[in-house]
């Protein structure tokens, strides 16, 4: 099991965390992470623990806990592979660049499917312009009501939120609306993930571009589910450079002419 553990200084190092998993037996690892560019720590860590009884006992001891003189949050996420997190902070420090390489330009729609906080839609819309329009998409209503709080901060009134069926991968839009859909760190939340690559093949116009970011299951296996369904081929991708991440953007582009 993998713990995500916030709230540390920046100064904060592996060596002065490791303590706090002294009586944990099956403790593997722990690494701070840190910016790809500068080697900063981005003020959190994560730890992987092999038993999940003795993780959740790691959880309720330490969420919540005084560390260094700061609050500690500790929970689960879903296991990452080498270099993902660190990839995905620099998605997040980066996105217009992102999005105007992976084909988002003013007038463009958007579908950003799985959304959370909100980073790349709102990046999306500021690029859009008023021209444009970004649908984000999740299925937590908290966040939809939080990101339309940010869209209305910004005076961003191209951004209309949509909440979706968690049983479902149905969009509810009509075919051929976007020119660009983001996946980005919501494709391992997909139980039928052949039947959401052909919800995008409908939902994405002929010449657009479905933008993927794979966390959790790694380039690889994006690039055999795309074989598999033979609804896209490879477009670019873009990683930082001389930095080795396990998952990459990856931009598709449809088949069907």
Known sequence: MQLYIDGIQDATTEAELSPLFSGVRSFQSLRVIRDIASGASRGFALAA???EAEARTAIQRLNSATFAGGKLTVFRIHDTLPGEMEFREWMRDNAEDILRRTGVAAGSIVVDYGCGPGIFSIAAARIAG???KVYALDVRQRALDELT?????EALTNLETRLLDRASCLVGLPAGTADVILLYDVLQEIGDKPALMREMSRLLKPAGALSVFPMHLGTDRLLDLVRSTALF???DRQGYPG??????IVNLTSRIP
């Open 49 to 51: 623990i092999a038993d």
């Open 130 to 132: 008023p021209r444009g």
């Open 149 to 153: 709080k940010l869209a209305a901060e």
């Open 233 to 235: 081929q490879v477009g």
């Open 243 to 248: 930095f080795a991440s396990a998952s990459e």
